[in-house]
């Protein structure tokens, strides 16, 4: 069907955008992500003004939009959506040569055909299929072309592409704003003073947004310094001299009357005189500053102009750039080259600006190119502009804003402030860099109260060569990795994959359809199943092995999907998704940025950390997962029925010497006190100490008893009375979780409970 037409006043351009997509049902899942505002949501401008036509929601027929003659129409619905296929085409009349399509991607520029329409090949159809998937934003149908008679120009149509996984305004909006939040490198404050941004000592690495408003801004900014040069601001300075009379050109009234007193007094021949010469200099910090703009921007340019063509070269033929784009790239190069050696700046050495300049603020070319300078500083933040960049990978920012949102969560759920290096250590986050391949990896380091440690990692790399953690067969990069590290040394490590994907309800499988209609469940977005099976083969694939891997062991306690998906919370927790991370340890969570209530984003997410950072022991992140068939997870700090427990009494003045040393010790001997040993007594694992009304559960270290005689007991502040002793060490004086010493009844009376005795854990309340 016919969702676009746009006409031009003469009638020689017009533009005609077809689909086959069901765009009641784009339009139902946008409008529901949106709300009311989606009928007002879009605007559209053209460079040429001429008539268009729109399919609205409530009307198949294309419908007539504003008043003939516009070049912009504002508050209206959407007809091009990410997740929809459009067939566009171009019509163009009373044209001397063959039009193109103008891009900044080669792969763009060559899926549109140019078909000569008549024998005179006076009249041109540009066609291209063209898709947006998981690109929405602002996108610019540039085209060029030369009319009959007159000279060759270029015109373009603009529109947004929007899409009903985000709300492409407040939500990318939010998500920018949560990451400069964070970091300061990736969006500049617009700054309102001339104290110009590199004093602070960072910039902005992200070269496909700067060039994109470098592409807005270069020719009012070259015709700003032409005009500098032209007319340049020039400072007077004054100097001194003491010369004789003949030396001296101009005369000034105080001088005369000098000339004439000495004259008269016949002292000409040896005085000198005072006077003073104005010179017109260059050389200000204004102009240094001008030329210190040529400088940066010129040698940037030239580095992302020759990274750009390094990698189109190697790139395959879809992701060329266009020779076009490159030679206007590089004709920018050259002419700032040429502005930045012409007679006025040739000479001088560029400068950044370090206090106030009313030139700058109010002089005619200065005040221009200083606020160039800044936009250029401004960073990511303009988004909303009309550029030539075509869409912005918002797939990008909404991974790196899962990471960002996840490093908050993790820091609250521990009551850790990043402001507190003894609670969180982080390097300066690298940044995205859109025309390079990024391999840096990010850590944050969280220390927990009771020993235990959290690293939160985004893009770390498993290979064959990455240590005690690898894989044996090819690298993998999830894109976060939470590890929690026990105070016993166990490390357990959590994989999360943002996505920025989504299945709708509306392009559900058999299986899917049927649970649902079971469940009677509506709402509630499914995360793509490819997305689902690389949690399965990264656990599959991630191991840990020492010794150069003499043995190997799954390293991976569970996989999870972040995406962009909506519905209640009760509606997610019948998803099967969401109800296989309790069986399998593989799921989704649905993490949606929502800029009217931030602490909503992501809930079940966060209930998801509290729980496994908040469990006190290793085994308990591990006793759900599933073994291999036939197995089960037992914990050795677990008590077990039959575990052997040394009942044992101690007296007010040893309970130092026992903490001090660590050490119980019984009668070796067969005498008075001697206990009785038992089948296993070497692998005791607990011992309840108890005088009178007191008694504490603790843990022995379980490497059996050492033979201690009489002196060395004595050397720990001990008072034996015999000769020699078994000592059974303590591991620690913690109490057993989970166990009542008083409840369990001692099976001695009188007299003999002070001899001490074995039992099992089964005799207390487990």
Not at 233 to 248: E, G, K, N, P, S
Not at 493 to 498: C, G, Q, S
Not at 526 to 544: E, F, K, L, S, T
Request: net charge negative.
């Amino acid at each position: 069907m016919d969702v676009f037409s746009f006409i031009s006043v003469d009638g020689n351009i017009a533009i005609n955008v077809g689909t086959a997509a069901d765009m009641a049902n784009c339009w139902h899942r946008f409008r529901s992500r949106v709300g009311e505002k989606a009928i007002t949501y879009c605007d559209y401008r053209s460079t040429i003004p001429g008539t268009l036509s729109l399919t609205l929601p409530t009307a198949n027929p294309l419908s007539l939009i504003g008043e003939p003659n516009s070049t912009e129409w504002k508050y209206l619905p959407p007809v091009f959506y990410e997740t929809a296929t459009y067939n566009i085409g171009i019509h163009l009349k009373d044209v001397a040569s063959q039009p193109q399509v103008l891009h900044k991607l080669k792969e763009v520029t060559e899926l549109f055909t140019a078909l000569p329409i008549n024998k005179e090949k006076t009249e041109w159809l540009l066609s291209a299929p063209l898709s947006f998937v998981n690109e929405p934003g602002i996108f610019e149908l540039k085209f060029k072309y030369q009319p009959i008679g007159k000279s060759e120009r270029t015109d373009a149509f603009s529109f947004r592409v929007v899409s009903p996984k985000l709300d492409t305004k407040d939500d990318y909006n939010h998500i920018l704003a949560e990451i400069n939040a964070q970091y300061n490198e990736i969006i500049y404050q617009y700054l309102t003073l001339t104290m110009q941004t590199l004093q602070r000592g960072g910039r902005s690495d992200n070269d496909v947004v700067w060039l994109s408003i470098f592409r807005e801004i270069v020719a009012d900014y070259v015709r700003a310094v032409t005009y500098i040069v032209n007319r340049p601001h020039l400072r007077q300075t004054r100097t001194v001299y003491h010369d004789r009379a003949d030396r001296i050109k101009r005369w000034s009234p105080r001088m005369e009357e000098e000339y004439a007193e000495r004259e008269s007094e016949q002292t000409l021949d040896r005085s000198y005189f005072r006077h003073e010469e104005i010179i017109h200099t260059h050389n200000t910090r204004e102009n240094r500053f001008v030329k210190f703009t040529l400088d940066r921007i010129g040698k940037r340019l030239g580095t992302i102009v020759e990274t750009i063509t390094t990698k189109s070269a190697k790139a395959k033929e879809s992701e060329k750039v266009a020779d076009s784009e490159l030679a206007e790239l590089n004709g920018y190069v050259a002419a700032l080259r040429r502005l930045s050696h012409s007679s006025l700046l040739r000479n001088l050495r560029g400068e950044p600006l370090r206090s106030e300049s009313m030139v700058l603020q109010k002089r005619t070319g200065y005040a221009q190119v200083y606020r160039y300078w800044l936009l250029l500083q401004k960073g990511i933040e303009l988004f909303e502009g009309t550029n030539a960049i075509g869409v912005r990978p918002i797939w990008e920012l909404y991974e790196l804003w899962c990471f960002l949102k996840m490093r908050q969560i993790v820091a609250d759920i521990l009551g850790l402030h990043f402001d507190n290096p003894n609670e969180i250590t982080e390097e300066p986050m690298p940044m995205v860099k859109p025309f390079e391949d990024n391999n840096k990896e990010h850590t944050v380091y969280y220390t927990c109260k009771g020993g235990s440690e959290v690293r939160l990692h985004y893009q770390h790399t498993y290979s064959r060569r990455t240590g005690e953690v690898h894989t044996a067969t090819t690298e993998n990069r999830p894109d976060i990795v939470l590890t929690i590290i026990k105070p016993d040394g166990l490390e357990l490590t959590y994989l999360f994959d943002a996505k920025y994907r989504l299945i709708d309800d509306n392009r559900l499988n058999q299986e899917d359809r049927e649970e649902l209609a079971a469940a009677n469940l509506i709402g509630a977005d499914i995360p793509p199943a490819d997305a689902i099976n690389q949690m399965h083969r990264y656990r599959d694939a991630i191991y840990y092995g020492s010794d150069r891997y003499s043995h190997t062991a799954k390293e991976i306690i569970g996989g999870y999907i972040l995406f962009p998906g909506r519905g209640d919370n009760e509606s997610i927790r019948q998803r099967f998704y969401y109800k296989s991370i309790e069986t399998v340890n593989i799921g989704a969570f649905p993490l949606l940025p929502d800029a009217e209530d931030p602490t909503n984003e992501g809930s079940l997410l966060f209930e998801f950390l509290t729980n496994i950072l908040n469990k006190p022991a290793a085994f308990d992140h591990i006793k759900d997962a599933i073994p291999q068939k036939g197995l089960v997870y037992h914990s050795e700090s677990a008590p077990s029925g039959d575990d052997l427990v040394l009942v044992g009494y101690y007296k007010t003045e040893q309970l130092e010497a026992i903490v001090n040393n660590r050490l119980y010790y019984v009668p070796a001997a067969l005498g008075k006190g001697s206990i009785n040993l038992v089948s296993g007594f070497e692998k005791t694992k607990y011992l309840l100490l108890h005088h009178d009304k007191d008694r504490v559960l603790i843990r022995l270290k379980g490497d059996g008893p050492k033979f201690f005689p009489k002196p060395s007991l004595e050397a720990m502040g001990f008072s034996p009375s015999g000769d020699y002793y078994l000592g059974f060490e303590i591991k620690d004086f913690t109490p057993v979780p989970g166990i009542d010493p008083n409840a369990y009844k001692l099976e001695r009376k009188g007299q003999q409970r002070y001899t001490p005795y074995f039992t099992t854990i089964d005799k207390f309340s487990l």
